[in-house]
């Protein structure tokens, strides 16, 4: 019996490690992209809409379930340490401390010898920022059962070229396994010529080639992977980690797999570029639960329309205006009354700033303690903690102005200037010297790293062999194309995976299916016009293999109300073109069209003017006779309706 017992505590002890979910969290960037923000303080501390990047990265993990936390630190330990000592999350948090690391693979190695990670763990770096739940996991475990070589799962994001949250050190080139979703290559950076190994497409009935995916930094990693890094002292970074694997794949030893999030949000805040990108979509709520309002500080937070967040003890003057997408930190003072206007749009204004009148503060972004006095232009620009502007300084766009910064007034910051002191911290006190001489921070264009360090994001390299074209609209025509396609997939996914055909849509679910439509449409830049034809487009297809004669207009009446929301009187002349360019790529609509268009009209979500005025029209695709023909009842109940609508009319 005593032998059972000890076999049954063993048991269940073994049970509990292989429970507890893990995650391994890189502090140390290795880089010197926010240089000289990070000249004396470590990027995880630096704060993002007010908060330090850290913590978001925490709080996403604790959301989505981990119950362990291992904090590798290296250059600033101890403030890091500190920071964590006094945060909600220190009772799961074990920092490590190694200021010998180099690189992610140094510090993996390292984690691997003090033999901390006991199962499956979440592997990211301190500047994450996302909310979500981390559902990939279960697939992972899954996977690891039926595929003993399955290391790692990445985490994919779909951004289009063009997105405005993509920078250039997002652009990847892979390809994957479409029916298992294995990563089959990896290209990072890559020019108008890609490399595609032949031998990814043997024994494969399909393969995804993609480039509007975004790595999101976030590795759902077997214990295996911390192993690869110990026997391949090359591997510096999880790219060159990714790259030893597929080339090794031949041999069919260790397979990595992927997965795609949805409408949830991931991204890492890598440079400059990422950090502006990032901080607008959390004040646009694209992070929600993760917004200032909720995810603050320790003071309130009041949420005003236009993405205004104004914490509790904030002092605005009469003559201050504040434009959209704006947070002011509390403790801080915004103008003088009876003075001069001051207007601050687009901007992140941190905690115990004093602004003086007159002050002009557009896409930018103030940390705390900053003194900006009277008549200041600032442009999209940082400003860290404790600089001071005497009155009639103007910061230009895209520069960057460290710590305890002071300038004297009058004073003209050129353009993507980064500026510091030469001596910015007392050596004992830790407080800025505002005596200190600046120096210059100039980016030096040999630097590799030159790219990723500059703000303002370089045009897109020109491969020197290809041919330039002398018509500007065969340049946009691709780009435009593949945003349109994007916004219809993401449509038609939204529709396959909440719609049951020949079922009504609950009220609730109809909301959140309009929620969903109306993230992508913004994620997508589309317009009113854009989503209502990609939004007809993607209920037809939704249609394509569907049984009985009545099921397209049964779906279309399921949607009917989404549809309204964006088939306004003046879209609904591309709703109709949508139907009939549908019909061109899905000739099965053509039969149920009549029907379908009756439903919607009698619904009024199209009006009887539109429908005629679109039939009307002589510039048409070639299917248009064809749709005339299929709906003539239904246009000559129309017009025979209207007919005596004005007789009546005259008769009154």
């Known amino acids: 019996m005593a032998q059972r017992a000890k076999a049954d505590k063993d048991k269940k002890a073994e049970w509990k490690e292989e429970d507890t979910l893990q995650a391994i969290v890189i502090a140390d960037s290795f880089n010197q992209r926010f240089s000289p923000l990070t000249a004396y303080e470590p990027r995880t501390l630096l704060p993002l809409v007010n908060v330090c990047l850290l913590d978001y990265t925490l709080e996403f993990l604790t959301a989505a379930g981990v119950q362990e936390v291992i904090l590798f630190c290296c250059s600033f ?37 003090s033999g901390t990670i006991r199962s499956n763990f979440i592997l990211v770096t301190g500047d994450i920022v996302s909310n979500y739940k981390l559902g990939a996991l279960e697939d992972h475990k899954n996977r690891l059962k039926a595929d003993k070589d399955a290391v790692m799962t990445m985490l994919f994001k779909k951004a289009n070229p063009r997105h405005p949250a993509r920078s250039i050190e997002d652009d990847l080139l892979v390809s994957l396994d479409k029916s298992s979703g294995r990563l089959l290559a990896f290209e990072t950076s890559p020019t108008k010529k890609a490399h595609i190994p032949l031998t990814i497409f043997r024994d494969r009935a399909a393969v995804d080639i993609r480039f509007d995916l975004v790595d999101t930094h976030i590795y759902i990693c077997s214990p295996q992977v911390l192993l690869l890094f110990a026997d391949n002292f090359d591997y510096q970074d999880m790219s060159d980690f990714i790259r030893g694997v597929m080339a090794a794949d031949e041999l069919e030893q260790h397979k990595i797999y992927t997965h795609i999030l949805g409408l949830e949000y991931a991204a890492r805040v890598g440079n400059l570029y990422s950090y502006e990108a990032v901080s607008r979509d959390i004040m646009h709520r694209w992070t929600y639960p993760i917004v200032p309002d909720v995810f603050s500080g320790p003071a309130g937070v009041r949420y005003k329309r236009n993405h205004v967040y104004i914490e509790d003890g904030v002092i605005l003057s009469r003559a201050c205006t504040l434009g959209p997408d704006v947070l002011i930190g509390s403790g801080t003072r915004v103008g003088r009354d009876g003075a001069r206007e001051t207007v601050i749009s687009g901007s992140v204004i941190g905690r115990g700033c004093v602004i003086g009148a007159g002050v002009t503060i557009t896409d930018s972004y103030i940390w705390d303690g900053a003194v900006i006095g009277d008549n200041c232009k600032i442009f999209k620009s940082i400003l860290a903690t404790g600089v001071q502007l005497a009155n009639d300084v103007t910061v230009n766009h895209h520069s960057v102005i460290g710590h305890g910064v002071t300038f004297t007034a009058g004073q003209f910051v050129e353009p993507s200037s980064r500026l510091a002191l030469e001596s910015p911290m007392d050596d004992f006190t830790g407080a800025p010297i505002s005596t200190a001489a600046i120096s210059e921070w100039p980016l030096d264009p040999k630097d590799p790293d030159y790219k990723f360090k500059m703000w303002e994001q370089p045009p897109p390299e020109v491969d020197e062999d290809e041919p330039e074209t002398e018509d500007e609209d065969l340049d946009e025509g691709p780009a435009v194309k593949d945003m349109y396609s994007v916004h219809f997939e993401d449509l038609l996914d939204i529709i396959k995976s909440r719609v049951k055909p020949g079922q009504k849509i609950a009220r609730g679910l109809m909301d959140n299916i309009f929620l969903e439509i109306k993230s992508s449409r913004h994620a997508q830049n589309a317009t009113w016009a854009e989503t209502c034809r990609a939004l007809v487009t993607a209920i037809v297809a939704a249609c394509e293999g569907l049984e009985g004669k009545d099921s397209p207009k049964k779906m279309f009446v399921a949607l009917a109300p989404a549809l309204t929301q964006f088939a306004t009187s003046q879209s609904q002349a591309d709703a109709l073109q949508a139907f009939e360019d549908a019909t061109t790529h899905y000739p099965f609509i053509l039969p149920s069209l009549q029907s379908i268009l009756h439903a919607l009209y009698e619904m009024d979500v199209l009006e009887e003017d539109a429908i005629l005025a679109w039939f009307d029209r002589t510039d048409s695709s070639p299917i248009k006779p064809q749709i005339c023909k299929a709906i003539e009842p239904f246009l000559t109940w129309l017009r025979t309706a209207e007919e005596e609508g004005s007789d009546d009319d005259d008769s009154d």
């Open 77 to 113: 330990a101890d403030k890091i340490k500190a920071h964590v000592a006094k945060s909600k999350w220190s009772k799961i948090v074990t920092p490590v401390v190694s200021e010998k690391c180099l690189s992610i693979g140094d510090a993996l190695r390292e984690i691997d010898r």
